[in-house]
């Protein structure tokens, strides 16, 4: 389940994203995430954007799989970093145990509120036995859209560990901040690293 007037933001503001956010070495989060990863890791790479995290992924040594609703960042994943980034929405999660970790970076944000619990589920089921999980949410309660057009849902940490641990997931790290992005608002948030051990 896509909403247009967000893609249609993300198709405008594709290099524009990529130039503000890029970043030639992992940020800490990210750095955190590969020292858990087994070697040679099959990573999705879910909401790629413009694909600098799988690139990460890749000089890493492991096998990245960059998907994103939006065609022009996956236009731009292949031209900046070569990838083989591929068009695809939260629906198409495959239903066995295929990735060795899924890297969800303020991406599930943009779901529609009451599909996010089913969607944290979809990536248990996608993931291997043991399988890390990171995700990226902005907090707070309800949905709306901010000042460039983008749909937001918001949950509270609580709320977000509770749908964690339903879906079989055992939080390792959390992690709150607040920062400004794209729309230039700042937005409190939360990292959380889990694993998959149900």
């Known amino acids: 389940m896509t909403d247009a ?7 405008a503001k594709a290099s524009e994203y990529a130039d503000r956010f890029g970043s030639p070495e992992p940020d800490d989060d990210l750095k955190r995430f590969l020292a858990l990863l087994p070697p040679n890791a099959y990573v999705l790479d879910l909401g790629c954007g413009p694909g600098q995290s799988s690139a990460h992924f ?10 994103d609703a939006s065609a022009e960042m996956v236009a731009l994943a292949r031209k900046r970093f070569d990838l ?10 495959p239903k066995l145990p295929t990735y060795d970790a899924i890297w969800a970076n303020f991406s599930l944000l943009h779901a529609p509120r009451h599909k996010v619990a089913d969607y944290i589920s979809d990536c248990a089921a996608a993931l291997k036995f043991q399988g890390h999980f ?16 983008r749909r937001y849902c918001y949950f509270t940490p609580k709320e977000l560990t509770a749908m964690l641990m339903k879906a079989g997931f055992r939080v390792l790290s959390k992690r709150e901040g607040a920062e400004a992005g794209l729309s230039k608002e700042v937005s409190p ?8 051990h149900a």
């Not at 083989?84 to 999660?93: G, N, V």
């Open 134 to 149: 990171h995700l990226g949410m902005k907090t707070g309660r309800g949905e709306s859209r901010d000042a460039i057009g």
């Open 84 to 93: 083989e980034a591929r068009q695809a929405t939260f629906d198409d999660l």
């Open 5 to 11: 007037e967000t893609l249609a933001v993300y198709d």
């Open 58 to 67: 890749r000089d890493a040594g492991h096998r990245p799989d960059p998907v």
């Open 189 to 196: 948030y939360i990292i959380l690293q889990a694993i998959k």
